[in-house]
């Protein structure tokens, strides 16, 4: 192979959310996306910069984006002349952090490789493990425990295979019970987003009673030695998603047992070719994953569905129908789940997805052609 890019084009989208979703760190009512479009011989590739609008879940927010993709990615990546798809992450890895806007750059051009071998994204991942995946909500925390029982009770009859609930201090051991006196059978899991330290060690034991499939991310965002500890005195499997920023982190991590599972986002780990290392050390290890969200458009959650095809994508990931945030989606079909809560992949070249251009179009804040 060998690829060439020609030119990027960035676009800044404004896509209002459904509905609020709150996590520890706050509330987000609308997004702010940026995309990255690589195009090589009049051919493009799409790739979704992950990051919040809000550096609260990384260091990066879409104002961190928009000038280092300009003054850094796209001029290390124009006209050069990448012998493989392994060298793209490569060439911006001296960028000390900002993972998910060089992996929305490097998921771009694997998207572009992917069209101009006329096959479909996951071909090119060399992924292809399952013809479906298999998929999971995220709840946010609500204004109260009924409101959450009725999500819970609208996404489990939507087919959803398992629950993750946010938590925080103040909306966790109590809720999770009442949560479990309601749905005594469900595979229910929670996600703390950073939000304890060691300090609520005998708290969070409390949550062991639950016999929840996981706990995800209790301690802080760059922590994995605490985890360790935590993971030791808990009987509730420990998932780690913030920490696990590199292959190598997640070997350490598996090393020192702060964690029995790991959630795998294409952009956290920089795209995705380090998305494979990652699910590569996690395999041999027989630590099992899950695709993560980040509250994706429909260009990031088809490269989800690529990447949840790996073999070690055994549980059910974060990645749901496009319905569920979105009123309408910049991709055409949006992503649907069947009543058995599973994703059909697609067949179709690159992301396997059309694009609604008009639409899309209609969403562009700002513009930048780089060339
Ligand atoms: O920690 O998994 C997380 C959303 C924003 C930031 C962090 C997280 C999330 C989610 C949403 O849980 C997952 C989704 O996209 O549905
Ligand atoms: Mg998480």
């Known amino acids: 192979m060998g690829i060439k890019v020609d030119q990027i084009v960035l676009r800044h989208i404004r896509m209002p959310l459904v509905h609020f979703f709150e996590t520890s760190f706050g509330r987000t009512y609308e997004r702010d996306i940026i995309l990255v479009e690589a195009i090589a011989d009049g051919v493009s590739g799409w790739g979704e910069v992950t990051a919040g609008e809000n550096p609260f879940y990384n260091e990066e927010w879409t104002g961190s984006i928009w000038p280092l993709l300009i003054g850094y990615i796209a001029p290390r990546i124009l006209r050069h002349e990448f012998a493989s798809l392994e060298d793209v992450g490569a060439r911006t890895a001296h960028i000390r ?43 946010g925390i609500q204004d109260s425990v009924p409101q959450l029982l009725q999500k819970i009770e609208t996404e489990l009859a939507a087919g959803y295979q398992r629950i993750k609930m946010k938590i925080k201090p103040g909306w966790d051991v109590d809720v999770i019970r009442q949560v479990r006196q309601r749905f005594p059978g469900i595979k229910l899991m929670a996600d703390a987003n950073s939000a304890y330290t060691l300090h609520d060690i005998d708290h969070l034991k409390r949550l062991d009673e639950f016999y929840l499939m996981m706990i995800e991310q209790p301690l802080a965002h760059d922590d ?37 599972i790991i959630n795998i986002k294409l952009g956290r780990v920089g795209g995705f070719a380090e998305a494979k290392r990652v699910h590569d050390v996690c395999q041999e290890n027989a630590i099992p994953v899950w695709c993560g969200g980040m509250l994706e458009s429909g260009i990031g959650r088809a490269h989800n569905i690529a990447l949840s095809t790996l073999p070690d994508f055994t549980l059910p990931g974060d990645v749901s129908a496009s319905k569920r945030y979105w009123k309408r989606d910049i991709i055409v079909p949006p992503v649907e789940v069947t009543p058995k809560g599973a994703i059909q992949v697609s067949d179709a070249p690159g992301f396997g997805y059309e694009l609604d251009t008009d639409y899309l179009e209609s969403l562009v804040v700002r513009r930048e052609v780089l060339r």
Do not use: F
């Not at 998921?107 to 479906?132: S, V, Y």
């Open 97 to 139: 952090g900002h993972n998910m806007t060089r992996g929305g750059a490097e998921a771009a051009i694997w998207d572009l490789q992917a069209r101009l071998n006329n096959e479909p994204l996951w071909k090119t991942i060399g992924a292809g493990a399952r013809r479906e995946i298999s998929c999971g909500v995220s709840i």
């Open 224 to 260: 994995i030695i605490d985890h360790a500890v935590l993971q030791s005195k808990l009987e509730t499997p420990i998932c780690l998603d913030e920490c696990i920023r590199s292959a190598h982190h997640a070997e350490q991590a598996i090393r020192l047992k702060a964690g029995r």
